[in-house]
């Protein structure tokens, strides 16, 4: 019997939607629900110019504040899908599938989420995935359901099998247990990998997810990774994002060669009111059709960002997003959303 063929795309293929979850009181976000909606709603709006989104709402009277607030925001009616979903947090990253292609068919993967490692309530994110396709929210295609944990976040692909990931995340004792090699098969059996880029190093102050790779280090093509980076010696990042960048520049591509590497500036430092940095950084930009949506944070790196990540990718507009309320919780831009694929959704 011949084995299926299993690809993970990388996030510059092509896109049939974005997903998104949407804040409500009955959460964390209630002491800064106005600025989240905003930021939400700008930025389903901003998605919606290249894109369908897909958006979970917790209930009737939430669907219609959303659908308002949309409408306030200029978003395009017509790329929006709602649906209807209870949910504990925003985090679609994590909570969303993880597509592939099996024999060039896309195939949602519904990975178990135990809030990063047991810190927060997610039993409601964990059934988000598998409450959208009993809604029809994804037509015909299919899920399958992984007993493993596995956060969007946490991988970082170049759509030609390689992963490149953080062992504090993935070799957490408080993920799946797994030692290096048991996990790798598991991953290469799953998502159709041969080969794997472990960082060692590389931490943002705030992050509660462990160092996803999302917050630190990004593919922007098969031979170009855009990091965090830290210029400023006497900043707690500089050791681990120095040793983050040494490894990056001992990776190779698929080729052999040397990745280029475009260094990110990170932002001046943001505080929560009690007094614990938020982990502003930015490498937690989302690819979609034709653009990059990138967080900033009304800082005057914001723009070196904008500029350095245009580099990175040429042919797509580079669009900044305000996201000083989303790290209020302790994540960005690409940790609120999660792309599906081209053949995912029904025309």
């Known amino acids: 019997m011949l084995h299926a063929t299993i690809s993970l795309p990388a996030e510059w293929a092509p896109q049939d939607a974005v997903l998104l979850t949407w804040p409500h009181a009955d959460s964390e976000w209630r002491p800064w629900l106005e600025q989240a909606d905003r930021t939400f709603a700008r930025l389903a709006a901003a998605i919606g110019r290249y894109e369908r989104v897909v958006i979970v709402a917790r209930d009737a009277v939430h669907d ?18 709602r649906y209807i979903v209870p949910s504990n947090d925003v985090w679609a990253r994590d909570h969303g599938p993880i597509t592939v292609y099996r024999d060039g068919q896309p195939l949602l993967l519904d990975f178990r989420f135990n809030g990063w490692g047991g810190k927060y309530p997610c039993a409601l994110d964990d059934r988000v995935t598998a409450c959208l ?15 493993l944990i596995l956060e ?24 799946n247990g797994l030692d290096q090699v ?49 210029a400023d010696s006497a900043d707690p990042h500089f050791a681990s994002l120095q040793a983050m960048a040494e490894e990056l520049q001992s990776f190779r591509t698929t080729q052999g060669d040397p ?41 005057p790196l914001d723009s070196v960002a904008l500029e350095r990540l245009q580099a990175g990718f040429p042919d797509r507009e580079v669009v900044g997003v305000s996201c000083l309320t989303l790290i209020r919780q302790y994540g960005s831009l690409h940790c609120v959303t999660m792309q599906l694929p081209v053949g995912v959704l029904p025309p």
């Open 133 to 147: 396709q009993e809604q029809g929210a994804f037509g015909d295609t299919p899920r399958a359901a992984v007993e």
């Open 259 to 299: 990745y280029r590497l475009i260094e990110l500036p990170l932002p001046a430092a943001q505080y929560s009111e009690q007094g614990q940095r938020l982990p502003a950084g930015y490498a937690n930009f989302l690819i979609v059709n034709g653009a990059v949506l990138v967080p900033v944070y009304d800082d």
């Open 152 to 175: 969007g976040g946490s991988i970082e692909t170049d759509g030609l099998g390689t992963l490149l990931t953080t062992a504090q995340c993935l070799l957490n004792p408080n993920r």
């Open 182 to 230: 048991a996990l790798e098969q598991r991953l290469r059996e799953t998502l159709g990998l041969s080969r794997f880029l472990w960082l060692q190093h590389g931490h943002l102050a705030g992050d509660d997810t462990d160092s996803h790779i999302d917050t630190l280090a990004r593919f922007c093509d098969p031979n170009t990774i855009a990091y965090q980076g830290c």
């Open 64 to 81: 219609r504040h959303i659908h308002a607030l949309l409408t306030a925001a200029g978003a395009d009616s017509a790329r929006i899908r």
